[in-house]
């Protein structure tokens, strides 16, 4: 699902180089040891299932970017939804779960990094309330390619005065 997600997503993005490269085996690897042995508990995989199994998926973990508070930041590393499954509401459900279990971990903030030419993406993640937080950055993958970093507020600043 990811690598069809990927291939999806990102052929238009990224050099195709880069595309063919994904490497399934060591993507099942690496998702399987992040589900059964997250670094913290505040470190998400969330799935989303149908009928057919398995749609779509997101993780979160704690803000690691410098000038993040990994107390009170969160990162949504991933969120993609099969491509034969997009509009059925699946990303929203993600997103939705992904703000309540960072809410309830007591994130104030999540951010993500998006590429800046990702329309599709950056238009979702508008929709649902996220906008530019100033930072931005180059990801080197055989040319550079630029990123801006999206937040959105998940918690009252008045609900962290204790």
């Not at 991933?78 to 960072?102: E, K, Q, T």
Request: net charge negative; hydrophobic share 45%; aromatic share 6%.
């Amino acid at each position: 699902m990811q690598a069809a997600a990927f291939r999806h997503s990102y052929s238009a993005l990224l050099p195709a180089e880069v595309v063919e490269r994904f490497d399934e085996p060591a993507a099942v690897a690496s998702w399987r040891y992040a589900i059964e042995a997250p670094p913290t508990p505040r470190h998400r995989v969330l799935v989303a299932i149908d009928t057919s199994g398995v749609v779509g998926f997101a993780a979160s973990a704690p803000g690691s970017d410098e000038d993040l508070d990994d107390e009170h930041d969160a990162e949504l590393l991933a969120i993609h939804v099969a491509p034969d499954h997009m509009h059925n509401g699946h990303g929203s459900r993600l997103m939705a779960a992904v703000v309540d279990h960072a809410h309830d971990d007591g994130f104030s903030r999540l951010v993500c990094w998006v590429f800046a030419a990702d329309d599709p993406l950056r238009m979702f993640m508008t929709a649902n309330g996220w906008a530019p937080d100033g930072s931005t950055r180059d990801l080197d993958v055989g040319e550079l390619l630029h990123q801006v970093r999206l937040h959105t507020a998940i918690r009252d600043p008045s609900d962290l005065i204790a």
